[in-house]
């Protein structure tokens, strides 16, 4: 599978996660998807240790494509990971969220914070790229639109406030380190996590 939106975005975010982000890193990609992304940085970075997963049989298999067709020996194979099911043991340097806060309900954006922060070591980065409202207004009329839409799909998905999303990080120890303007009026969020 083929995303046009990873298409567009993937060079942007690589270059956000090269400028927050050691040489050598371990990085947890939830909900990753068609792989693209994992496939594109993995590639650029060859001391990261890219782990993507998603809990969508489809998008696994897209991953694994993706995976055998990249053949990279620092691209491992996808975990079926749900964010508000149990997470893989151990550490990573950079938790990895693309397109999920606003499609899916906001209880999985809170799982997403704590389980982060129990699975990140100390300075790592949980990284946050879609569309937000900042001060409680949306930044462009497309993601107004795309906000409607997305709740006529499912009430409990939608645009999110920024804020509210960092000020539920903090409680866990995260505080926001910068915000990049990104394609198509989203945003990239960096979130560091300290002792």
């Known amino acids: 599978m083929k995303s046009p939106a990873a298409a567009r975005n993937r060079q942007p975010i690589l270059e956000v996660l090269q400028a927050v982000l050691p040489e050598r890193a371990s990085i947890l ?51 079926p990971l749900d964010v508000v099911g149990i997470w893989p043991s151990g550490r990573f340097d950079a938790v990895v969220a693309i397109n999920l806060v606003h499609i899916s309900p906001w209880e999985v954006t809170l799982a997403l914070l704590a389980q982060s922060a ?64 990104m394609p198509a009026n989203n945003l990239s969020v960096v979130l560091r996590l300290h002792a």
């Open 118 to 181: 129990a699975h990140l070591n100390a300075g790592g980065v949980l990284y946050l790229y879609g569309p937000y409202r900042r001060d409680g207004r949306h930044t462009a009329e497309s993601n107004a639109a795309f906000d409607t839409d997305l709740r006529a799909r499912d009430s409990r998905w939608g645009v999110r406030d920024l804020e509210r999303v960092v000020a539920e990080a903090q409680p866990h120890g995260f505080l926001l380190e910068r915000i990049v303007e």
């Open 29 to 79: 990609e939830v909900a990753s998807g068609s792989g693209e992304h994992g496939v594109h940085c993995a590639s650029a970075m060859p001391g990261w240790e890219w782990q993507p997963s998603d809990p969508n049989a489809a998008a696994r298999a897209s991953i694994s494509a993706w995976c055998a067709h990249a053949g990279l020996d620092n691209l491992r194979e996808p975990l």
